[in-house]
């Protein structure tokens, strides 16, 4: 999937050979022709669209995206009307073709008569036939994309496909701001469903329903369409998931910015307009761009490519961009590099462990205690060595704590060594103090956090100690005490939650949709306590707190956590 980063032309000039000069001088590559551009080249000849598309091509632009006239609808009870619609949105078909355009942006109308108590299967009817008579003699290579507008869900639209039958020219376009204010508005939703019928975009922000209780009236909505650049509202459109759900879909059209315009006559002279459109394209390369699976310029230079593949008792290991994945006939898992060495994925038992998208994972390592020293081991670690071991495959990891990572602790050596055999997987970590004074006393956990126990709609778990005591999930959070021996230093993050004394030595973490359990255990010390952070939203955390005396000069302490599913 390559990123076409691209905005609509209506931003920056008034006819569009001027709109390309400044899109090009701007950074861009692609571009939406706007439905006033649209307008005037379809009164061009043939031949002045060739040239065109040659004049704008040459300069370094290419438009792919065009949108068609926003009030020509196709669903006009009057006849005559309704055929002279689909032929004005034909001609400019056929200009979009010659030009280079291959999705046409297309309002089909209806929405208003809807909300006035039309039946909603009567006014697709209309679409329909407008559709098929559009769709009839379509250039080759061209769709055309449905838009959603503020009133409408993703099966609004995708009714219509399903009406027309999956045309294979006729697709979606997904208008981020419009959705951010409708009945509906979860754009992953949208984008993973939509799937391979998503062939445009319209991306812009905004801060959600500007009436009350979220009503929109007929004609009243455009006061919450504030067409801002992506990102500009804090807490508005989650971009992270908007870009996490392209990719997943493959989505290989344009990145299409529809924000707002800086022409109006109360706008500062041309030196500033453009500023403010290079502005647009640095903000969406930003956004757009992110991979947040890529090293970060402070990250360590781990040679992926040198690692190959490895094989050992049944364990393979292969670098998957900047992971490791490891295969096993009882799991899959990846083993994260670029955030502390993280296991970011563990699909087991007919289904994934961890949460999509979540920015913790399984065994994430860090400090508990003092509040001085708590911190995740959340950036790049170095990579030492993947091999065979007799075991399976031996993954080995390296960091020096620096003032990054927001510990007391600089100066100290993390060493994470993961062994990955045929059933389960081990993770031990070397603290070694490797700098010329003795560090303050802490205390360090593994910290996981699960979605098997519960949370995204699933069945709520339970944690059970193998001498029996067992606590269900109550939204609540809670702590095990392994051991009579009571630790101040590991239970001063605890608070005021319950501690539960247990003599067991293994946890059994459940859930009624998956065969089997969780089981994790200690083949070194065990933990002082187990915290088990639950929430009234069933998300939860697995922490297994370990204490540690301060290490002098050189001085060194260790600690292992074993998970595997068992029945």
Known sequence: ????????????????????????????SYAEMGSGHSAMMVERTPEEWKAFRHYAEDQGLKFRQGHLLLHKYITEKDETLRRANVEVHRLYCRMYHAVGITSAVLHCGGYDEILQGEDPAAVRAIRVKSLTELLSDLPDGMSICLENLPYETFEDVYANLEDMGFPSNLGLCLDTGHLHFSPKPDHEDFILRAGKYLKAMHIHDNVGPMSPDGVLPISGWLGSDKHMAPGFFTGSINWYRVVAALRAINYDYLWNMEIGGDLGEGSPNQEWRDMVLRHDYERGKLIFNYDPDAPSVEDPVNDYAAIGKVESNGVKAEVEKYTVKITAPAYELNVDPVHGGRISRWYASGRELLARNFTLGWNVVGNWCPASAAFNLSSGVKIESVKGVPEGIEVVMTKILSEDDNSALQGVTYKIIDTFGPESFTRKLQVINTTDAETI????????????????????????????????????????????????????????????????????????????????????????????????SNVGSYESIFTSAALKPGESCEYAITSRICK
């Not at 990123?3 to 001088?25: F, W």
């Not at 067992?470 to 001063?492: C, D, I, S, V």
């Not at 065990?526 to 929430?535: F, G, R």
């Open 1 to 28: 999937m390559s990123i076409k980063l691209s905005i609509s032309s209506y931003v920056a000039g008034k006819s569009p050979e001027a709109a390309v000069k400044r899109i090009v001088k701007a950074g861009f």
């Open 441 to 536: 006393p802490f205390s360090f956990r593994f910290h996981s956090m699960p979605s098997l126990m519960g949370g995204a709609g699933l069945p709520v778990g339970a944690i059970t100690m193998d001498d029996g005591v067992t606590q269900p999930r109550t939204g609540r959070p809670w702590a095990f005490r392994l051991g009579e021996q009571r630790n101040a230093e590991a239970e001063r993050g605890v608070g005021k939650d319950p501690i539960i004394d247990t003599s067991g030595k293994e946890a059994f973490l459940t859930a009624p949709d998956i065969e089997g359990k969780v089981a994790v255990s200690y083949p070194g010390a065990l933990p002082a306590i187990i915290y088990c952070w639950d929430t009234a």
